[in-house]
């Protein structure tokens, strides 16, 4: 009789911990059209979902590694520096709940917002399967980023 071993996935807090690792990597290495997503795939299932806050310029559902790369566009687009600070782990199961404290600068307006949001994430087997970010402020957002 042979037995079969399974590794046992990683927790969420390695997924969560390692995919802001490889993020700040992606960005220092140019982020969005200049550095490779293949940086942050391995963290991502193929078939991820992204829910952003609709009335955000990045806003809307992001599906799969060709939506997430979108969605890092979009948001490149919108923010000249987007720099999450101080993090919070409040929930580890299968659904995580993360508290990110971000600073960012519009790139059309050049104005500068320090905002918390909190995050929803699903991990499944190791990768990250569904996320829903939660702003406190949507309209101060939209404001920092109207295009004049």
Known sequence: MTSQHTAAAPDSTTVLTGMYEAESRYLAAGGPGKASFDLLAPYFAPDVVLHQAA??????????????????????????????GEQQFLATGETAVVRSQVRARARATGRELAFPVLQTITVRDGRIAEVRPFYWDTAAIVAATARP
Do not use: K, N, Q
């Not at 955000?56 to 923010?79: I, K, N, Q, V």
């Open 55 to 84: 009335a955000l310029p990045y806003g809307g559902t992001w599906h799969g590694h060709d939506g997430m790369t979108r969605f890092f566009l979009a948001m490149s687009e919108t923010w000249e520096t987007f720099e999450i």
